[in-house]
Every structure is written in structure tokens, then in C-alpha cells.
């Protein structure tokens, strides 16, 4: 149990800047999690925490001490790898007691942290099978396991349920937040997948080529993304990212121009600092949209493309000509159809505003019931 | 029905071919082995078959004291080349299979380079390091310079085999807080067990065997091994070779190997490493 603190990490290889100036402060029994696209740096960064990568520059902390010096093992941290790399000569009971021999623990104490280890994970029927004779979800709970043996204070997840099938991953995904709740270590988790990064954490780190887009709660980030990276990339379907430029601003009143040159009106504005004639980003999840006619709608265009998922609807609406079609989430009575035209009704509420560098502009804060309900408890 | 028959007769071709091919490859082994069971006096018929067991030559080459201590100098240098060769080959297909370095590859073509070269070539210029070394006449003079030819198929053998294994795992180890030798011992080591088994029958064959340097690096016939030994028998006169004991001698040497590698044989586990990554 500790925190971590990333002080200005750099790391090259080669001539390629990997991570740019990390700066990163996790709390003691927080869930962190990284995403990001492919390549950009989160396995480095994982494996810089473990002490299996070198840094070219910066300072880490893990409570409070300095242990960029240190080899991994001295750093208090255990690894679970997106191979699981369980050791295959060894039986179950060896894998996870083989870092407890190594630092010559009594076999008593061996004894009594591989038999915890195997409780806490129903390892227990499977102590004398060796790897190969386990199914993918018993091996990813004994590499779990033999992570947590040694308690270490920082536990590091490399995308650990890449490898498993769908229903398979959401029942270790669930294991894996009662392990956190149960043992409330220090958990670095890395991974692709969105349902895990929002489910699981308690913090989320977004990462893009190298750097730090933005860190928060699952919620701020899907509520308050900092920048049009973030925007598309937390949320499923991505969320809509329309160019256009400030047509009139007055008091509350907001009225953007589309490249289709249809002027929109989303009143009362929702952020702040906004001047007539800036060229900014509109953007717009797809549940914050309702279809209607296309005369009462704030813009109308032609639906493309419909995908039907049993609970909801996915209507691909063809605006300009020029542009990627709207995505809109429908779950209304009406059927649209391919080929129809339709219009658009937004929510001036969930709108989101970036200026021309992709950042958003600062929003106006409402309260919010969640927010609000997160900090009664 | 012409089918039939163009199938019968490809089949019976092919039958042909593979008995025309295991003759040829078995038949002086089975050569060796009935005239080793002759008497002397039976040695002049080309039988291909043996009427009578004769046990005489190997009583004979049993007998001779010089025969056994030329086995256990053979058996001697043998198990060390083995043992030598594994330890340096494994330590340095660790280094070479595992870590990027400068020079990595120079290193591997060299290594190779090395075992390009004919014995001959080599021969009088090992002869003088042996001689510095103060090993002329002694087993271990052979042991090292066996490993001029062992070490290098060893390395490479392992190196590949070294190169396969998943980084994570050495990495897995590296976070339980294992040190490099334990990582190779404890971890890599019993994934190559396959791989160490087969270099080690290999160069315990090549050691066996091995001739040229045995009869140029001994003198005295108590360190002489058994390769040398057997080319050495001769019989009561100058104009007779002892076809019997020789073949008996060569017969009783080849014995431990095919037992090794029958043995071995079974311990080579295939598939070792499944279970290691992935589902
Ligand atoms: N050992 C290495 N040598 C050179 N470049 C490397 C090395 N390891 C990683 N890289 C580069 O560093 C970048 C980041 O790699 P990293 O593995 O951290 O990405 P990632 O975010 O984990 O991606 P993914 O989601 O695909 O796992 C990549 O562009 C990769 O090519
Ligand atoms: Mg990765």
C-alpha cells in the first residue's frame, strides 16, 4: 500500500521520445488506470513504474520514496503480465511461492501466504496442476496470485484480460475489483478497453503519443473531456466532433455556423469565453441527440446507415456532404430507415466546446447529481 | 483395375526403395556386429550370417587391462566435454540469446567461424597450446580441445532455443526478485531442457568418437581413449589384423550410446513450455 509519484519522466529509445514529461501523482488504494491508443506509451510507462525500463530523466516515488535506483523487486511492486509469463515447469503452489523463496522466507510464512493467496483466489483445487492443465481464466487468477504473495505495495496490470474471451473478461474484471476492495493496494492498470477503464477505476489516465491528455474520474472525463483527444476517444460510439465557427454570442445566447453553413443555435450556452467569429469544435455524444422530423430538427440530413443492437439504435445521419456523418443513439418507438431524411435535435446542455488547439473552452458548471452524490459518501 | 495395379506397384516401389536404403545404412553395423560373434578361424567365410555364437573377442578385449582404462579415459573425457560444454554454452546463450549488446553477432559468426575449420588445420597449432598448458599426454588436454568443436554447435543450438523463450518470463522472474544465474537456473534452464539434452548427446557422440586429436594429443597407452585404442589392436604378427577383437571392441563402445540415447530419448519432452503465455 502506497503512492506513486511521477516526477517529469522522460524516456527515449533511440532517437524516439516515448513519454514526454510524465507527471503523475496516484494516492495510496487508488485504482489507476492508463489508456490510450496503440503505441503510445502506456506498457512503457508500466514498465518504467516496475523498474524494468530505464528512464533517460525524471524522478519516481513509491511512498514517498525515491526508488528510481532501484531494481524491481526493491520497489515493492508485483506485475501481472498481458502473457501471464506463469512459469511452466512449476506447479501452481511453486509459481506463486517462487518470489518467497527467492527472498527467503521461512517455509512456514510460504506456507501461509500461498495458502491466503490461493483462498482470496480460488486457487485452491488447482495447487499441484501446472499451467499448461489450466484453463485462461485460472491463469490469469494464478498470475494475480503470485503477484499478490509477496503484498507488495504497488500492484501493476499490463492489459491482463487481453487474452480472454468476452464473458470470461467481465468475470475477471469483477474479480478484479473485488481483489482491489478486498486487499485496497495500490493498483496501475493498463488496458484498451473502455468498459474496463471506466468500470475499474478510480482514476483514469488518458495518454496520447507520450503525454498526458488528461487525468480524472471515470465521470469527469466522460462529462468534462479537456481536449478533442480525449473527447473521441472515452465513450462508445465516439463522440461527435463538428467544426463550425461562432456565429453570434450574446449573454446566454450561443449561435454556431456548420461547415454545411446551416447556423445552429444551442442556448443557453453551456461554456465560457466563447467570441463571435472563433473557429471552434462542436461536440456532441450520440446519446444527447434526438431524432425528429427533418423540419423541426436544429439541422436535417439523410440517414445513412442504421445499426440495430436489440436495446438501442445507431442512426448514421449524413449532414454536408463534406463531413463525417452524425452518430445518434435512438431508442425511440419510431423506425428510422435507410434513406430517410431525418433531423437533429441537440441538447444544448451536453454540448461540448473546443477551440482551434483541440482544448476545451471552461464550462459552466451546473450541478451535477452524481457529482453531488460522490461527495455525500 | 489398371489403377489398381499402378497402385500396387508404386506401393511395392516404394517398399523397394525404403529396404534398399535401410540395407545400405544398416548393413555395416550388422557386418560389425556377426563378426564380432566369429571365430577367428570363421572370419575367411563371407558368411552374412553367424552359424555359432563365439564369445572369444570380447573375453579377449576384456581381458586386456590397457582396453578398460582407455574406456574409462574415454568415459572421463566424454562426461566433462558434456559438462563443460553445457555449463559455457548455457551461460553464453544467456548472454547472446537474451541481452542486446555491441559486437552480438560478430560474436555468434565468429563462434561459427571457429568450427569451420578442418581438425587438420588446427591441429599443430593446438598441439603447441597443449603442450604450453603442460596437458600433453592427459586426458584433459582433450577435454579442452574437444570443446573446439562441441562449444560452438552447443552456443548456437542454445542461443536459438534461448532466443524463443518469452521476455516476460525472464521479466516475471526479474519482479520475484530472481538474479540473472537464478533467472537461468531455476527458470530458463529447465525450459531448455529438451535442447540441452540433445547438444549434450551430440557432443557426447562427437567426444566419443573424436580420433585425430586423441591419437596426436596422448602417447602412452593408460591415457589413450578408446577410438585410438581400437585402431591400435593388433594382432599376434605384424601381417594379420584382428578383425574379431576389433570389431567385438567397437561393438562394446558403440553399446553405451545407443543406451544414452535410447534413454534420453524418453526424458526429451516435447511441448515443454506450453502453458508459459497465452490461452
Ligand atoms: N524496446 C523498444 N525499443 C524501441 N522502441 C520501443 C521499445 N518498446 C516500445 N517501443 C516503442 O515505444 C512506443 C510505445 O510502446 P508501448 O509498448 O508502451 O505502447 P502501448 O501504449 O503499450 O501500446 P499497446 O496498446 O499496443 O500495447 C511504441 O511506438 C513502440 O514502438
Ligand atoms: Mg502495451
Same mark, same amino acid.
Given at each position: 500500500?502506497?503512492s506513486v509519484?511521477l516526477?517529469k519522466?522522460?524516456?527515449?529509445?533511440?532517437?524516439a521520445?516515448?513519454l $514526454?514529461n510524465i507527471?503523475l501523482?496516484?494516492e495510496?488504494?487508488?485504482?489507476?488506470v492508463?489508456?490510450?491508443?496503440?503505441?503510445?506509451g502506456?506498457?512503457t510507462?508500466l514498465?518504467v513504474?516496475?523498474?524494468?525500463?530505464?528512464?533517460?530523466?525524471?524522478?519516481?516515488?513509491i511512498?514517498?520514496?525515491?526508488?528510481?535506483?532501484?531494481?524491481?523487486k526493491?520497489?515493492?511492486i508485483?506485475?501481472?503480465? #498481458?502473457?501471464?509469463?506463469l512459469y511452466?515447469?512449476?506447479?501452481?503452489?511453486?509459481?506463486i511461492?517462487?518470489?518467497l523463496?527467492?527472498?527467503r522466507?521461512s517455509?512456514q510464512t510460504?506456507?501461509? $501466504?500461498?495458502a491466503?493467496?490461493a483462498r482470496?483466489l480460488?486457487?485452491?483445487?488447482l495447487?499441484?496442476r501446472?499451467p499448461?492443465?489450466?484453463?485462461g481464466? #485460472? $491463469?490469469?487468477?494464478?498470475a494475480?496470485?503470485r503477484?499478490?504473495?509477496?503484498?507488495?505495495?504497488?500492484?501493476?496490470?499490463?492489459?491482463?484480460l487481453?487474452?480472454?474471451?468476452a464473458s470470461? $473478461?467481465v468475470?475477471?474484471?469483477?474479480?478484479?475489483?473485488?481483489?482491489?476492495?478486498?486487499?485496497?493496494s495500490?493498483?496501475i492498470y493498463v488496458t484498451?478497453d #473502455?468498459v474496463?477503464?471506466?468500470?475499474?477505476?478510480?482514476k483514469?489516465?488518458v495518454?496520447n503519443?507520450g503525454?498526458?491528455?488528461q487525468?480524472g474520474?471515470?465521470?469527469?472525463?466522460?462529462?468534462h473531456p479537456?481536449t478533442t483527444?480525449?473527447a473521441g476517444f472515452?465513450g462508445?460510439?465516439?463522440?461527435?466532433?463538428?467544426?463550425?465557427?461562432?456565429?453570434?454570442?450574446?449573454?446566454?445566447l450561443?449561435?454556431?455556423?456548420?461547415?454545411?453553413?446551416t447556423s445552429?443555435d444551442?442556448?443557453p450556452?453551456?461554456?465560457?469565453?466563447?467570441?463571435?467569429?472563433d473557429s471552434?469544435?462542436l461536440?456532441?455524444?450520440p446519446?444527447?441527440?434526438q431524432l425528429?422530423?427533418?423540419?423541426?430538427? #436544429?439541422?436535417?440530413?439523410?440517414?445513412?446507415?442504421?445499426e440495430?443492437?436489440?436495446?438501442?439504435?445507431f442512426v448514421?445521419?449524413m449532414?454536408?456532404?463534406?463531413?463525417e456523418p452524425?452518430?445518434i443513439?435512438?431508442s425511440?418507438?419510431?423506425?428510422?430507415m435507410?434513406?430517410?431524411?431525418a433531423g437533429?435535435l441537440?441538447?444544448?446542455?451536453?454540448c461540448h466546446?473546443?477551440?482551434?488547439?483541440g482544448i476545451?473552452y471552461?464550462?459552466?458548471l451546473?450541478?451535477h447529481?452524481?457529482s453531488?452524490?460522490a461527495?455525500?459518501? | 483395375?489398371?489403377r489398381n495395379i499402378?497402385?500396387?506397384?508404386a506401393?511395392?516401389?516404394f517398399? !523397394?526403395?525404403?529396404?534398399l536404403?535401410?540395407?545400405?545404412? !544398416?548393413f555395416?553395423f550388422y @557386418? =560389425?556386429?556377426?563378426?564380432?560373434f566369429?571365430?577367428s578361424?570363421?572370419?575367411?567365410?563371407?558368411?552374412y550370417?553367424v552359424?555359432?555364437?563365439?564369445?572369444?573377442? @570380447?573375453?579377449h578385449?576384456?581381458?586386456?587391462?590397457?582396453?578398460?582404462?582407455?574406456?574409462f579415459?574415454s568415459?572421463l573425457?566424454s562426461?566433462?566435454?558434456v559438462?563443460?560444454?553445457l555449463?559455457l554454452?548455457?551461460t553464453?546463450? @544467456?548472454?547472446?540469446?537474451?541481452f542486446?549488446?555491441?559486437g552480438?553477432?560478430?560474436?555468434?559468426?565468429v %563462434? !561459427?567461424a571457429?568450427?569451420?575449420?578442418?581438425?587438420?588445420a588446427?591441429l599443430?597449432?593446438?598441439f603447441?597450446?597443449?603442450?604450453m598448458?603442460g596437458?600433453?599426454?592427459?586426458?584433459?588436454?582433450?577435454?579442452?580441445s @574437444?570443446?573446439?568443436?562441441?562449444l560452438p554447435f552447443?552456443?548456437w543450438?542454445?542461443?536459438?532455443?534461448?532466443?524463443?523463450?518469452p521476455?516476460e518470463?525472464e521479466e516475471?522472474? %526479474?519482479?520475484?526478485?530472481?538474479t540473472p544465474w537464478?533467472t537461468l537456473v531455476?527458470?530458463m534452464m529447465?525450459?531448455?531442457w529438451?535442447?540441452?539434452?540433445?547438444t549434450?548427446m551430440?557432443?557426447f557422440?562427437? =567426444?566419443?568418437?573424436?580420433?585425430?586429436f586423441?591419437?596426436t594429443f596422448?602417447?602412452?597407452?593408460?591415457q589413450?581413449?578408446?577410438p585410438? =585404442?581400437?585402431?591400435?589392436?593388433?594382432?599376434?604378427?605384424?601381417y594379420?589384423?584382428?578383425w574379431?577383437i576389433i570389431?567385438?571392441?567397437?561393438v562394446?563402445?558403440t553399446?553405451?550410446?545407443?543406451?544414452?540415447v535410447?534413454?534420453?530419448?524418453?526424458? %526429451?519432452?516435447?511441448g515443454?513450455?506450453a502453458g508459459?503465455v497465452?490461452g
Amino acid at each position: 500500500m502506497a503512492s506513486v509519484t511521477l516526477k517529469k519522466i522522460n524516456k527515449h529509445f533511440g532517437s524516439a521520445h516515448i513519454l $514526454r514529461n510524465i507527471d503523475l501523482d496516484i494516492e495510496d488504494g487508488e485504482f489507476v488506470v492508463f489508456v490510450g491508443p496503440s503505441g503510445c506509451g502506456k506498457s512503457t510507462l508500466l514498465r518504467v513504474i516496475a523498474g524494468l525500463e530505464e528512464v533517460n530523466n525524471g524522478d519516481l516515488l513509491i511512498g514517498g520514496q525515491d526508488v528510481i535506483d532501484l531494481a524491481p523487486k526493491e520497489r515493492g511492486i508485483g506485475m501481472v503480465f #498481458q502473457s501471464y509469463a506463469l512459469y511452466p515447469h512449476m506447479t501452481v503452489r511453486d509459481n506463486i511461492a517462487f518470489g518467497l523463496q527467492l527472498s527467503r522466507e521461512s517455509s512456514q510464512t510460504i506456507e501461509e $501466504r500461498v495458502a491466503s493467496t490461493a483462498r482470496i483466489l480460488q486457487l485452491e483445487p488447482l495447487l499441484e496442476r501446472k499451467p499448461r492443465e489450466l484453463s485462461g481464466g #485460472q $491463469r490469469q487468477r494464478v498470475a494475480m496470485g503470485r503477484a499478490i504473495a509477496r503484498e507488495p505495495r504497488v500492484m501493476l496490470f499490463d492489459e491482463p484480460l487481453s487474452n480472454l474471451d468476452a464473458s470470461l $473478461r467481465v468475470q475477471m474484471r469483477m474479480e478484479i475489483a473485488k481483489l482491489h476492495r478486498r486487499l485496497k493496494s495500490t493498483i496501475i492498470y493498463v488496458t484498451h478497453d #473502455q468498459v474496463e477503464a471506466m468500470t475499474l477505476a478510480s482514476k483514469i489516465v488518458v495518454l496520447n503519443a507520450g503525454r498526458i491528455e488528461q487525468v480524472g474520474t471515470p465521470y469527469e472525463l466522460y462529462e468534462h473531456p479537456a481536449t478533442t483527444f480525449v473527447a473521441g476517444f472515452i465513450g462508445s460510439p465516439n463522440m461527435n466532433l463538428l467544426s463550425s465557427s461562432v456565429d453570434a454570442v450574446n449573454g446566454d445566447l450561443l449561435s454556431l455556423a456548420l461547415q454545411s453553413g446551416t447556423s445552429i443555435d444551442i442556448s443557453p450556452v453551456p461554456v465560457q469565453g466563447v467570441i463571435k467569429g472563433d473557429s471552434v469544435t462542436l461536440g456532441i455524444r450520440p446519446e444527447h441527440m434526438q431524432l425528429t422530423t427533418p423540419a423541426a430538427g #436544429q439541422i436535417d440530413g439523410e440517414i445513412v446507415n442504421v445499426e440495430y443492437l436489440g436495446n438501442e439504435r445507431f442512426v448514421y445521419l449524413m449532414y454536408h456532404a463534406d463531413a463525417e456523418p452524425l452518430v445518434i443513439r435512438h431508442s425511440g418507438q419510431q423506425l428510422p430507415m435507410v434513406g430517410e431524411r431525418a433531423g437533429v435535435l441537440f441538447e444544448a446542455d451536453a454540448c461540448h466546446l473546443f477551440n482551434q488547439q483541440g482544448i476545451s473552452y471552461p464550462r459552466v458548471l451546473h450541478d451535477h447529481p452524481e457529482s453531488a452524490l460522490a461527495e455525500s459518501i | 483395375m489398371n489403377r489398381n495395379i499402378m497402385r500396387i506397384l508404386a506401393r511395392s516401389g516404394f517398399s !523397394l526403395l525404403v529396404v534398399l536404403i535401410l540395407v545400405f545404412c !544398416l548393413f555395416p553395423f550388422y @557386418y =560389425a556386429i556377426i563378426t564380432s560373434f566369429k571365430s577367428s578361424s570363421e572370419l575367411f567365410q563371407a558368411s552374412y550370417w553367424v552359424n555359432q555364437l563365439h564369445f572369444d573377442n @570380447y573375453q579377449h578385449i576384456l581381458g586386456q587391462e590397457t582396453f578398460i582404462h582407455s574406456l574409462f579415459n574415454s568415459v572421463l573425457v566424454s562426461t566433462l566435454v558434456v559438462g563443460l560444454s553445457l555449463l559455457l554454452g548455457l551461460t553464453a546463450s @544467456y548472454a547472446l540469446g537474451r541481452f542486446e549488446f555491441r559486437g552480438r553477432s560478430t560474436v555468434l559468426m565468429v %563462434i !561459427l567461424a571457429v568450427s569451420m575449420f578442418p581438425q587438420v588445420a588446427v591441429l599443430s597449432g593446438l598441439f603447441e597450446v597443449i603442450r604450453m598448458l603442460g596437458l600433453y599426454n592427459n586426458p584433459f588436454g582433450l577435454v579442452i580441445s @574437444y570443446m573446439l568443436f562441441t562449444l560452438p554447435f552447443t552456443v548456437w543450438i542454445l542461443t536459438t532455443f534461448m532466443q524463443q523463450l518469452p521476455k516476460e518470463l525472464e521479466e516475471a522472474a %526479474i519482479v520475484d526478485g530472481a538474479t540473472p544465474w537464478m533467472t537461468l537456473v531455476r527458470v530458463m534452464m529447465p525450459l531448455l531442457w529438451p535442447a540441452l539434452v540433445t547438444t549434450g548427446m551430440l557432443a557426447f557422440i562427437a =567426444a566419443w568418437n573424436e580420433f585425430l586429436f586423441a591419437l596426436t594429443f596422448t602417447l602412452t597407452d593408460d591415457q589413450r581413449t578408446v577410438p585410438v =585404442a581400437i585402431a591400435l589392436i593388433s594382432g599376434a604378427s605384424q601381417y594379420e589384423l584382428p578383425w574379431g577383437i576389433i570389431m567385438a571392441a567397437s561393438v562394446l563402445v558403440t553399446l553405451p550410446l545407443v543406451i544414452m540415447v535410447l534413454f534420453f530419448q524418453r526424458r %526429451i519432452v516435447s511441448g515443454l513450455t506450453a502453458g508459459a503465455v497465452k490461452g
